[in-house]
């Protein structure tokens, strides 16, 4: 194991985290790397709106419930996984994460093992050589379900039976297995393909007392705990009533849209990657939900048509760290919902955009930061909005 976590002031330390570059706070009090947080957060919105305490977790450690991890060799060609040391493509072995689910870390572990065994090469990019080039491990933690990723440069699978048999016969707990085929030059670790080589293909989880199905290319929050946390009080601060339109922008596989159904007349969901609205659609079916709709496409372009002839009161919106665009907040001016509920895991772009929409005449009330990836420099910031008289 590379790292320890301090019970007393909940402080981990890591030997491999000045190279991995994942955790800046590791030998920090858990305690004080949410003020540090706060502190930010605070300073960016000072003189736009009020920030809450953050909500911490109670035991900050292996909350992640996804692993990537990139496959090599060290020096005397056994295998290794771990991550890329930041700005390079040199593999940093990792053989334990202190964030990282402790289940996912022993599949990685009979993994390295079963690659070696079956003489599996690490793909090499400038080569075009080898065979298996990253793992990806996603888990639910309600249903216990565990999908394995298998990154590959190429679609042959030698000895794939024999293969995922003894795989299965160390990790009993994997539920289905994908090959992905990734022979791009690229920093992406997923490839377009995916071949489905054992079980039904994806994962599910229970999040905010719904089921929800997930594909390997999907977005799914890293950490349910806080999640729940996070759609509780971005629902509540939207003060959704029975007959109001909900939009659910960047509403990756629907988990907020289907969670605020239950207090809406209708919602929306709007989503770019098309396997996320495949499952986004599978999962208000699977939940019973009966007033959502969900379409694929670039919110910005989706809300200009919107906006010509269509209103909305509230708006929930989700977008990637880069933030959204000035189609869509222009556009998100002109229906004019009631509230605006802006959820961002970067409030550096958070800001940015909220700035435009304060110019458009919406006033921001609050913002409230959740830890959601612990010991790392990351925060989660949910910021309200409300349109001025
Ligand atoms: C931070 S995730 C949020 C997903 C979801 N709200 C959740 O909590 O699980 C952002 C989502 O926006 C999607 N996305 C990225 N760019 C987009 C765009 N231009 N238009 C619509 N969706 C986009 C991504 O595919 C991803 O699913």
Do not use: W
């Not at 999040?207 to 997930?214: E, T």
């Not at 999640?227 to 339109?245: F, V």
């Amino acid at each position: 194991m590379s790292g320890k976590y301090i019970e007393e002031d909940k402080t981990i330390t890591c030997s491999v985290s000045n190279d991995c570059g994942g955790c800046c706070y590791t030998k920090v009090p858990y305690d004080k790397t949410l003020s540090l947080k706060q502190k930010h957060v605070t300073e960016l919105f000072r003189g736009v709106a009020e920030c809450e305490k953050i909500t911490g977790m109670y035991r900050p450690v292996c909350y992640r419930n996804k692993v990537h991890a990139a496959v090599g060799t060290n020096r005397d060609g056994r295998i290794i996984t771990g991550t890329y040391k930041e700005g390079t493509h040199k593999i940093i072995p990792v053989d334990g994460c202190m964030i990282e689910d402790a289940q996912s870390e022993n599949i990685l572990k009979e993994l390295r093992r079963l690659f070696q065994s079956f003489k599996y090469q690490p793909y090499n990019e400038d080569t075009k050589r080898g065979f298996i080039r990253h793992v990806l491990i996603r888990r639910g933690f309600s249903t216990d379900e565990t999908m394995v990723v298998l990154v590959t440069g190429q679609v042959q699978f030698p000895s794939k039976n024999a293969f995922i048999k003894e795989l299965l016969k160390a990790c009993p707990s994997v539920t289905t297995i994908v090959q992905n085929i990734n022979n791009m030059s690229t920093s992406m670790v997923l490839g377009k393909r995916n071949i489905v080589i054992y079980g039904k293909g994806y994962i599910e989880d229970v999040l905010c007392s719904n089921r929800f199905r997930i594909s390997p290319d999907s977005f799914y929050q890293i950490n349910v705990k806080q999640t729940e946390k996070l759609y509780k009080a971005a629902i509540k601060a939207a003060g959704i009533n029975k007959n109001d339109t909900v939009v659910d922008a960047y509403c990756g596989i629907g988990t907020i849209g289907i969670t605020a159904a239950k207090y809406a007349g209708n919602v929306i969901g709007i989503e770019l990657n098309p396997k996320a609205v495949e499952d986004a659609q599978v999962n208000a079916q699977i939940n019973n939900i009966k007033n959502i709709r969900f379409f694929e496409g670039d919110a910005g372009d989706f809300l200009v048509e919107y906006a010509r002839n269509k209103k909305a009161d509230v708006v929930i919106m989700d977008p990637p760290r880069s933030g959204s665009d000035e189609a869509f907040l222009k556009s998100l001016i002109k229906i004019k919902p009631r509230s605006i509920v802006y959820i961002s895991c970067n409030p550096d772009t958070q800001i940015r955009d909220v700035k435009i929409l304060e110019k458009g005449g919406y006033k921001a009330e609050k913002c409230m930061p959740f830890d959601l990836f612990p010991y790392t420099e990351h925060i989660e910031n949910i910021c309200v909005l409300k349109r001025g008289k």
